[in-house]
C-alpha cells in the first residue's frame, strides 16, 4: 500500500490534516483524538511494521 493510499483512508475515517514538518505530515482525528504522522513519499509503498501500526490507529 502507498502512502497516498494511507492519506486517503485516513481523512475517509476522519483524521484532518494539521501541519507540515520537514518529510512528514501531521493528522488527527477530533473525535478519537488521535494523532499520525504521515511521510510525504506519496508514490512509495509504506513499510510492513509501519502499515500495521497505522491500520490499527487509523482503525481499518
Known amino acids: 500500500m502507498?502512502?497516498?493510499e494511507?492519506?486517503?483512508i485516513a481523512e475517509?475515517?476522519?483524521f484532518q490534516f494539521v501541519s507540515h514538518?520537514?518529510?512528514?505530515?501531521k493528522?488527527?482525528?477530533p473525535s478519537t483524538?488521535?494523532?499520525i504522522m504521515l511521510e510525504r513519499h506519496w508514490s512509495q509503498?509504506?513499510?510492513p511494521g509501519l502499515l500495521q501500526?497505522?491500520?490499527k490507529v487509523i482503525g481499518f
Do not use: P, S
Not at 514538518?21 to 505530515?25: E, R, T, Y
Open 6 to 8: 494511507i492519506k486517503i
Open 33 to 35: 483524538n488521535k494523532v
Open 12 to 14: 475517509k475515517n476522519g
Open 2 to 4: 502507498k502512502w497516498r
Open 27 to 29: 493528522y488527527r482525528n
Open 21 to 25: 514538518g520537514k518529510k512528514h505530515d
Open 45 to 47: 509503498e509504506v513499510r
Open 53 to 55: 501500526n497505522l491500520k
